[in-house]
């Protein structure tokens, strides 16, 4: 069993940033393929970025490419997403997840566990 937990949401201006972090309990950290997600009211839950076990490959949506960056500390037990140039249309619910794997993976079907989750609000 992996417990998570995200922090770093909040409310922020539109071009504004934030970091998100996901701190990790229970297993071996670097045995867990990470990702991110999002879900917005009404919507369905959609991927934002992953990463590998070790840190070596990651995977964005289009919709983050070139203004979010997925990280990961080992060490730390932590997964980060920071995000630069927040639209308003980024506006979520933030999720990390996690999945025993080398891989990475983009489908939230193919993860098996799941944080509580971290209100992002970009609004002026």
């Known amino acids: 069993q992996v417990q998570l937990v995200e922090s770093g949401g909040g409310l922020v201006q539109p071009g504004g940033s934030l970091r998100l972090s996901c701190a990790a309990s229970?297993?071996?950290?670097?045995?867990?393929?990470m990702g991110w997600f999002r879900q917005a009211p009404g919507k369905e839950r959609e991927f934002v970025a992953a990463?590998?076990?070790?840190?070596?490959?990651?995977s964005y949506h289009d919709s983050a490419k070139g203004r979010f960056t997925i990280s990961r500390d080992n060490a730390k037990n932590t997964v980060y997403l920071q995000m630069n140039s927040l639209k308003p249309e980024d506006t979520a619910v933030y999720y990390c997840?996690?999945?025993?794997?080398?891989?990475?993976?983009?489908?939230?079907?193919?993860?098996?566990?799941w944080g509580q989750g971290t209100q992002v609000t970009v609004s002026s």
């Open positions: 990463v590998n076990w070790s840190g070596g490959r990651t």
């Open positions: 229970g297993r071996t950290f670097s045995n867990y393929a």
């Open positions: 997840a996690a999945r025993s794997s080398i891989n990475l993976y983009t489908s939230p079907d193919q993860y098996e566990y």
